[in-house]
Protein backbone atom coordinates (compact mmCIF):
# COMPACT_ATOMS: atom_id res chain seq x y z
CA UNK A 1 0.00 0.00 0.00
CA UNK A 2 0.87 3.36 -0.66
CA UNK A 3 0.97 6.13 0.91
CA UNK A 4 0.10 9.60 -0.70
CA UNK A 5 2.04 12.87 0.42
CA UNK A 6 -0.73 14.94 2.63
CA UNK A 7 1.74 18.02 3.14
CA UNK A 8 -0.54 20.46 1.37
CA UNK A 9 -3.94 18.18 1.49
CA UNK A 10 -4.51 18.51 -2.19
CA UNK A 11 -8.66 16.96 -2.64
CA UNK A 12 -8.26 14.29 -5.41
CA UNK A 13 -11.97 14.47 -6.00
CA UNK A 14 -14.90 16.10 -5.05
CA UNK A 15 -18.65 14.83 -4.57
CA UNK A 16 -20.51 15.22 -7.72
CA UNK A 17 -23.62 13.82 -6.37
CA UNK A 18 -25.26 11.83 -3.60
CA UNK A 19 -28.11 9.29 -3.99
CA UNK A 20 -29.49 7.41 -1.36
CA UNK A 21 -32.20 4.26 -1.62
CA UNK A 22 -34.61 3.93 1.02
CA UNK A 23 -36.66 0.66 -0.03
CA UNK A 24 -33.65 -1.84 -1.21
CA UNK A 25 -34.26 -2.09 -5.19
CA UNK A 26 -36.47 0.59 -5.80
CA UNK A 27 -35.64 4.12 -7.62
CA UNK A 28 -32.77 6.37 -5.74
CA UNK A 29 -33.51 9.88 -4.48
CA UNK A 30 -30.63 12.27 -5.19
CA UNK A 31 -29.79 15.00 -2.24
CA UNK A 32 -27.37 17.65 -1.99
CA UNK A 33 -26.50 16.57 1.44
CA UNK A 34 -26.93 13.53 3.69
CA UNK A 35 -26.14 12.60 7.16
CA UNK A 36 -24.27 9.78 8.33
CA UNK A 37 -25.75 7.17 10.53
CA UNK A 38 -23.80 5.32 12.99
CA UNK A 39 -26.01 3.88 16.01
CA UNK A 40 -25.66 1.62 19.22
CA UNK A 41 -28.73 -0.08 20.95
CA UNK A 42 -30.01 -3.06 21.35
CA UNK A 43 -32.33 -4.38 18.66
CA UNK A 44 -32.63 -7.41 16.53
CA UNK A 45 -30.67 -8.57 13.78
CA UNK A 46 -32.35 -10.30 11.10
CA UNK A 47 -30.69 -10.30 7.46
CA UNK A 48 -33.22 -11.49 5.43
CA UNK A 49 -32.25 -14.87 5.06
CA UNK A 50 -31.80 -15.91 8.29
CA UNK A 51 -32.56 -14.97 12.28
CA UNK A 52 -30.79 -14.15 15.44
CA UNK A 53 -30.24 -12.35 18.20
CA UNK A 54 -27.46 -9.74 18.71
CA UNK A 55 -27.45 -7.39 22.08
CA UNK A 56 -24.90 -4.82 20.52
CA UNK A 57 -25.80 -3.10 16.92
CA UNK A 58 -23.75 -1.02 14.95
CA UNK A 59 -25.58 0.47 11.91
CA UNK A 60 -23.07 2.07 9.30
CA UNK A 61 -24.16 4.15 6.26
CA UNK A 62 -26.20 7.03 5.02
CA UNK A 63 -29.38 7.06 7.28
CA UNK A 64 -32.56 5.75 5.40
CA UNK A 65 -30.25 3.97 2.84
CA UNK A 66 -31.71 0.75 2.17
CA UNK A 67 -33.77 1.04 5.36
CA UNK A 68 -37.15 -0.96 3.76
CA UNK A 69 -37.02 -4.25 1.94
CA UNK A 70 -40.02 -5.31 -0.40
CA UNK A 71 -41.14 -8.94 0.71
CA UNK A 72 -43.55 -11.23 -1.04
CA UNK A 73 -46.41 -13.20 0.87
CA UNK A 74 -43.81 -15.44 2.32
CA UNK A 75 -42.03 -12.95 3.90
CA UNK A 76 -39.08 -13.50 1.32
CA UNK A 77 -37.04 -10.50 0.06
CA UNK A 78 -37.68 -9.23 -3.77
CA UNK A 79 -34.94 -7.28 -5.34
CA UNK A 80 -34.43 -6.61 -8.99
CA UNK A 81 -32.61 -9.55 -9.72
CA UNK A 82 -35.97 -11.20 -9.15
CA UNK A 83 -38.12 -8.49 -10.16
CA UNK A 84 -36.85 -5.79 -12.31
CA UNK A 85 -39.69 -3.82 -12.68
CA UNK A 86 -38.43 -2.58 -9.23
CA UNK A 87 -36.46 -0.47 -10.87
CA UNK A 88 -39.48 1.79 -11.41
CA UNK A 89 -41.26 2.42 -7.85
CA UNK A 90 -40.19 5.79 -6.64
CA UNK A 91 -40.02 7.07 -3.41
CA UNK A 92 -40.61 9.62 -1.40
CA UNK A 93 -39.06 11.15 2.16
CA UNK A 94 -39.51 13.68 3.85
CA UNK A 95 -37.69 16.56 2.39
CA UNK A 96 -36.36 17.61 6.05
CA UNK A 97 -35.09 14.13 6.07
CA UNK A 98 -31.70 14.54 4.99
CA UNK A 99 -31.53 17.36 7.22
CA UNK A 100 -28.95 16.19 10.29
CA UNK A 101 -31.41 15.92 13.17
CA UNK A 102 -34.56 15.71 11.44
CA UNK A 103 -36.46 12.45 13.49
CA UNK A 104 -39.61 10.70 12.36
CA UNK A 105 -42.90 11.22 14.08
CA UNK A 106 -43.86 8.68 16.72
CA UNK A 107 -46.44 6.93 14.38
CA UNK A 108 -44.02 6.43 11.79
CA UNK A 109 -42.98 2.62 11.19
CA UNK A 110 -39.34 1.93 11.29
CA UNK A 111 -37.42 -1.45 11.02
CA UNK A 112 -34.43 -1.74 13.46
CA UNK A 113 -32.76 -5.31 11.48
CA UNK A 114 -29.55 -5.19 10.56
CA UNK A 115 -26.90 -7.67 8.77
CA UNK A 116 -23.35 -7.98 9.45
CA UNK A 117 -20.24 -6.63 6.86
CA UNK A 118 -18.48 -9.59 6.24
CA UNK A 119 -15.89 -9.57 8.50
CA UNK A 120 -12.94 -10.82 6.79
CA UNK A 121 -13.19 -7.20 4.94
CA UNK A 122 -14.87 -5.12 7.08
CA UNK A 123 -15.19 -6.35 10.64
CA UNK A 124 -17.67 -5.07 13.45
CA UNK A 125 -19.17 -3.08 10.89
CA UNK A 126 -23.20 -3.51 9.74
CA UNK A 127 -26.11 -2.02 7.34
CA UNK A 128 -29.65 -2.53 7.07
CA UNK A 129 -30.35 -4.20 3.26
CA UNK A 130 -27.26 -3.16 1.57
CA UNK A 131 -25.97 -6.22 -0.71
CA UNK A 132 -22.74 -5.98 1.25
CA UNK A 133 -21.43 -2.58 2.54
CA UNK A 134 -22.41 0.99 3.89
CA UNK A 135 -20.79 2.92 1.32
CA UNK A 136 -20.45 2.65 -2.79
CA UNK A 137 -18.42 5.34 -4.60
CA UNK A 138 -18.12 5.46 -8.66
CA UNK A 139 -16.03 8.43 -10.41
CA UNK A 140 -17.56 10.17 -13.39
CA UNK A 141 -14.41 9.30 -15.55
CA UNK A 142 -15.09 5.63 -14.55
CA UNK A 143 -18.74 5.69 -16.13
CA UNK A 144 -17.36 8.11 -19.09
CA UNK A 145 -14.80 5.53 -20.09
CA UNK A 146 -17.07 2.71 -20.28
CA UNK A 147 -19.70 4.33 -22.17
CA UNK A 148 -16.95 5.37 -24.58
CA UNK A 149 -16.78 1.63 -25.13
CA UNK A 150 -20.22 0.80 -25.51
CA UNK A 151 -23.16 1.41 -28.33
CA UNK A 152 -25.61 2.80 -26.11
CA UNK A 153 -24.54 4.74 -23.21
CA UNK A 154 -25.69 3.78 -19.87
CA UNK A 155 -26.37 6.21 -16.81
CA UNK A 156 -24.88 6.13 -13.37
CA UNK A 157 -28.38 4.53 -12.09
CA UNK A 158 -27.52 1.84 -13.63
CA UNK A 159 -24.50 0.91 -11.18
CA UNK A 160 -26.96 2.60 -7.69
CA UNK A 161 -23.75 4.30 -5.68
CA UNK A 162 -24.10 6.20 -2.91
CA UNK A 163 -21.50 8.53 -4.26
CA UNK A 164 -20.61 9.92 -7.55
CA UNK A 165 -17.09 11.84 -8.02
CA UNK A 166 -15.94 14.05 -10.61
CA UNK A 167 -12.14 15.81 -11.31
CA UNK A 168 -9.92 12.15 -10.88
CA UNK A 169 -9.15 9.40 -12.93
CA UNK A 170 -11.27 6.70 -14.54
CA UNK A 171 -10.89 4.04 -12.37
CA UNK A 172 -8.54 5.43 -9.88
CA UNK A 173 -11.26 5.18 -6.97
CA UNK A 174 -9.88 1.23 -7.35
CA UNK A 175 -6.45 1.68 -5.70
CA UNK A 176 -8.30 4.19 -2.67
CA UNK A 177 -7.19 2.58 0.93
CA UNK A 178 -7.61 5.84 3.25
CA UNK A 179 -9.55 8.70 2.61
CA UNK A 180 -11.00 11.75 4.24
CA UNK A 181 -14.55 13.15 2.61
CA UNK A 182 -15.60 16.76 4.95
CA UNK A 183 -15.25 15.52 8.84
CA UNK A 184 -15.35 11.64 8.26
CA UNK A 185 -12.66 9.20 7.22
CA UNK A 186 -13.60 6.27 4.93
CA UNK A 187 -11.48 3.18 4.16
CA UNK A 188 -12.09 1.27 0.95
CA UNK A 189 -12.08 -1.94 1.58
CA UNK A 190 -12.85 -4.22 -1.23
CA UNK A 191 -13.63 -3.29 -5.27
CA UNK A 192 -17.51 -3.86 -5.79
CA UNK A 193 -17.99 -7.34 -7.91
CA UNK A 194 -21.09 -6.54 -9.88
CA UNK A 195 -24.35 -9.15 -10.40
CA UNK A 196 -27.10 -8.60 -12.85
CA UNK A 197 -28.72 -5.55 -11.70
CA UNK A 198 -26.11 -2.85 -14.28
CA UNK A 199 -28.07 -4.92 -17.17
CA UNK A 200 -31.26 -3.63 -15.97
CA UNK A 201 -32.72 -0.59 -17.42
CA UNK A 202 -34.10 1.53 -14.53
CA UNK A 203 -36.20 3.87 -16.93
CA UNK A 204 -38.38 0.20 -18.06
CA UNK A 205 -37.83 -2.53 -15.91
CA UNK A 206 -35.82 -4.33 -18.46
CA UNK A 207 -33.00 -6.22 -18.75
CA UNK A 208 -30.35 -6.66 -21.51
CA UNK A 209 -26.85 -8.20 -21.90
CA UNK A 210 -24.80 -4.69 -21.51
CA UNK A 211 -22.69 -3.37 -20.01
CA UNK A 212 -21.53 -6.55 -18.59
CA UNK A 213 -20.71 -7.75 -21.48
CA UNK A 214 -18.52 -5.29 -22.44
CA UNK A 215 -17.42 -4.59 -18.67
CA UNK A 216 -16.39 -8.62 -19.03
CA UNK A 217 -13.69 -6.95 -21.79
CA UNK A 218 -11.66 -5.13 -19.57
CA UNK A 219 -13.16 -5.24 -15.73
CA UNK A 220 -13.20 -9.23 -15.33
CA UNK A 221 -10.92 -10.33 -12.85
CA UNK A 222 -9.13 -12.08 -15.47
CA UNK A 223 -7.97 -9.10 -16.59
CA UNK A 224 -7.23 -6.96 -13.58
CA UNK A 225 -6.19 -9.97 -11.68
CA UNK A 226 -4.69 -12.35 -13.76
CA UNK A 227 -2.99 -14.42 -10.97
CA UNK A 228 -5.34 -14.33 -8.56
CA UNK A 229 -7.77 -17.04 -8.08
CA UNK A 230 -11.11 -16.57 -10.59
CA UNK A 231 -14.53 -16.51 -9.91
CA UNK A 232 -16.08 -14.98 -13.39
CA UNK A 233 -16.38 -11.57 -11.67
CA UNK A 234 -16.75 -8.30 -13.08
CA UNK A 235 -15.85 -4.76 -11.23
CA UNK A 236 -17.35 -1.60 -11.41
CA UNK A 237 -16.61 1.04 -7.66
CA UNK A 238 -14.83 0.89 -4.51
CA UNK A 239 -17.03 -0.32 -1.42
CA UNK A 240 -16.27 1.94 1.47
CA UNK A 241 -16.86 1.40 4.98
CA UNK A 242 -16.99 5.08 7.70
CA UNK A 243 -14.33 4.58 10.65
CA UNK A 244 -14.77 7.90 12.69
CA UNK A 245 -16.30 11.46 12.30
CA UNK A 246 -13.96 14.17 13.52
CA UNK A 247 -16.54 16.23 14.20
CA UNK A 248 -17.81 17.24 17.63
CA UNK A 249 -21.74 17.46 17.97
CA UNK A 250 -23.18 18.24 14.43
CA UNK A 251 -21.99 17.99 11.40
CA UNK A 252 -21.75 14.68 10.33
CA UNK A 253 -22.71 15.13 6.84
CA UNK A 254 -21.76 15.10 3.81
CA UNK A 255 -22.69 17.14 1.14
CA UNK A 256 -22.41 17.82 -2.90
CA UNK A 257 -19.14 19.94 -3.74
CA UNK A 258 -17.14 18.10 -0.72
CA UNK A 259 -13.64 17.32 -1.76
CA UNK A 260 -12.45 13.96 -1.48
CA UNK A 261 -8.48 13.30 0.17
CA UNK A 262 -6.58 10.28 -0.33
CA UNK A 263 -4.15 9.21 2.18
CA UNK A 264 -2.87 6.12 0.97
CA UNK A 265 -3.55 3.40 -1.82
CA UNK A 266 -3.08 -0.54 -3.22
CA UNK A 267 0.54 -0.51 -5.39
CA UNK A 268 -2.11 -1.75 -8.39
CA UNK A 269 -5.82 -2.70 -9.24
CA UNK A 270 -3.82 -6.42 -9.36
CA UNK A 271 -3.25 -5.66 -5.21
CA UNK A 272 -6.28 -4.11 -5.04
CA UNK A 273 -9.01 -6.49 -2.62
CA UNK A 274 -11.18 -7.59 -3.94
Known sequence: MDKVSSSEEQPTAKISSIFIYPIKSCRGISVSQAPISLTVGDCRLIPYWTSS???????????????????????????QRVEPK???????LPKDAFIEGWEPTKSSYLVSETRAVDP??????????????????ISQRSLDALNELLKEPVP??????NILVKG??????????ELRI????????????????????????IAGSEPTETLK?????????????QQGKVYF????????????????????????????KASSVAEATA
Not at 237 to 262: F, P, R
Open 86 to 92: LALVEVE
Open 217 to 229: QFRSDKVLRPNKK
Open 182 to 205: NMFKFQGVKLCSRCKVPTINQENG
Open 120 to 137: KFAPGFKVMFSDGYPFLL
Open 53 to 79: ILSEVYEDGFRWDRQWLVVNSKGRAYT
Open 237 to 264: GQNLVCHESLAQGKGKTISVGDCVYVFS
Open 156 to 161: INRFRP
Open 168 to 177: CEPFSEDLWK
